[in-house]
């Protein structure tokens, strides 16, 4: 679909420069000489991108400006001034305007620019229409679904919340179970108390009972004082122990009296006393291949099995990766004055095709390295981490890309062929950006701000002495 741009300004060899100048097979221009024809074609037509002249007849560039803004906020304004008026260029940035050009300029220049506006323009489309399909997905707090082997997940969870039954989550190391846990607690009746978080595996055995159940002054050497419990911290609101496979046999022995008694007793104290937690457990590994080497007692095991939530590898969920994406890029991005808005084509593709390991912990991680190292717009495919860039096949085979939508495929095509391009040039003239631009039929400038934006470097391609 053709990008469409109007040009206003009362001067024909302006127009007719950029009816020159954008490609008839991506624009479809149309021009106006004055500014009451301006604003009529702006209040009629659907345009991505208006060039205007600041000073025209019958109305300037800046009435221009604001009736395109009030109809359609994500339309992307440049302005053309003479030097005199660069000021008011300026002035009119602040008010919503892309950028200006000082006339005169080169056509290189201007080309470049109306392209910077439209590639924002549609970032902030495929931003809304990611915000769009999160708005659409099942959202229970921060867990994100979409993909059919998450619905089960989301009905359980769903579940899980109206009871007050002891759940077990099950899943690869990375793949959500903390938070599938704290979507139940926030989504349940005790999301006003605390959520209490242990990692089983993280606590040396000797502190497991005091850490859990907590100890009087004077039970062992140290203790000092009395000292609560993570079980009587979450009195009222839920506990999650994680990595539960990791309990010694003696531990799993008084687990499963607190969880059928729902009572605790302290290290050295002569009582029990009651404590209403709600229990929620985890572990990535086989529990029931675990009883039956005798490393995991057997009435445990069904104490707290009576919901089983099981996690699918991110995998096994590739639909789910966008909307997960665009949720973490949004999270972490929020602590950033200036974020990028989303992902090149390329560079979710890349998401989307990487097996990801160490699943949505992974991906994470990932989306974070993206952030540190990105200024632009956009997370390029440079940006994300080298095992995942690389897992981009250079050319697209059936059924690839088949989650992508048609704008998103056409993109990555266009990318893929400039940079691939881009590489021969370079390879076939060592490297040599100034008779690569005059090849090109391009501005050397030009040549330089693609090179960077694909990531390819000239110097290596020149032959070392």
């Known amino acids: 679909m053709k990008a469409r741009v109007l040009v206003c300004d009362d001067k024909e060899n302006f127009t007719k420069l950029f009816r020159r100048i954008l490609p008839e097979d991506k624009y479809d221009v149309t021009t106006a000489e004055d500014g009451a024809r301006s604003l009529a074609l702006v209040a009629a037509g659907d345009f991505d991108v208006i060039v205007t002249d600041i000073r025209m ?6 009435a221009v400006l604001r009736e395109a803004k009030s109809r359609d906020a994500d339309i992307e304004v440049i302005l053309m001034t003479a030097y005199a008026t660069v000021p008011a260029a300026v002035d009119a940035i602040r008010q919503g305007a892309f950028d200006y050009l000082a006339k005169p300029f080169e056509p290189d220049e201007a080309l470049l620019i109306v392209e910077r506006a439209l590639e924002r323009r549609r970032l902030r489309q495929q931003a809304r229409d990611l915000r769009r399909a999160l708005e659409g997905i099942h959202r229970i707090d921060n867990l994100v679904a979409r993909s059919p082997s998450m619905t089960p997940v989301v009905a359980m969870v769903q579940r899980a919340a109206t009871t007050d039954s002891t759940v077990l989550i099950t899943g690869e190391s990375g793949t959500g179970k903390e938070v599938a846990a704290r979507a139940i607690h926030n989504s349940g009746d005790r ?16 502190l497991l009972e005091s ?10 050497t140290g203790a000092t004082s009395d000292r609560r419990g993570l079980f009587d911290e979450a009195h009222g609101g839920t506990i999650f122990l994680d990595e539960i496979a990791d309990l010694p046999l003696a531990m799993q022995v008084k687990l499963n009296r607190v969880l059928q008694e729902r009572k605790v007793r302290q290290v050295g104290a002569g009582e029990e006393r009651a404590v209403d937690a709600r229990v ?33 590898p991110l995998r096994d969920r590739r639909e789910d990766i966008p909307a997960l994406a665009a949720f973490l890029l949004d999270r972490h991005g929020a602590r950033r004055e200036e974020r990028p ?27 974070e390295r993206a952030l540190a190292v990105t200024d632009g717009p956009r997370i390029e495919l440079e940006a994300l981490p080298q095992e995942v860039s690389t897992m981009l096949r250079p050319r697209a085979t059936h059924g690839t890309e ?14 893929r062929a400039t940079r691939e391009y ?17 090849r090109a039929g391009i501005e050397r400038e030009s040549l330089h701000r693609l090179l960077k934006k694909y990531g390819v470097r000239s110097e290596d391609f020149k032959q070392r002495g």
Request: proline residues 4%; glycine residues 8%; negative net charge.
């Open 191 to 206: 999301k006003s108390g605390r959520f209490v978080a242990v990692n089983c595996a993280a606590i040396p055995e000797t």
């Open 402 to 415: 088949t989650h992508l939508s048609y704008r998103e495929v056409v993109d990555l095509a266009r990318d």
């Open 422 to 438: 881009l590489i021969a040039l370079m390879r076939e003239l060592g490297g040599n950006v100034t008779e690569a631009s005059r």
């Open 280 to 312: 929620i457990v985890a572990t990535n590994v086989d529990l029931k291949a675990r009883v039956g080497s005798h490393q995991f007692r057997e009435d445990l095991y069904y104490r707290i099995n009576v919901i089983h939530i099981a996690l699918p």
């Open 211 to 220: 850490e859990l159940f907590g100890h009087v002054k004077g039970s062992f």
């Open 57 to 62: 007849p019958s109305a300037d560039g800046l």
């Open 341 to 367: 808005e989303g992902f090149t084509a390329e560079a979710l593709a890349a998401l989307v095709q990487y097996p990801w390991p160490g699943n949505v912990r992974e991906l994470e991680n990932a989306i």
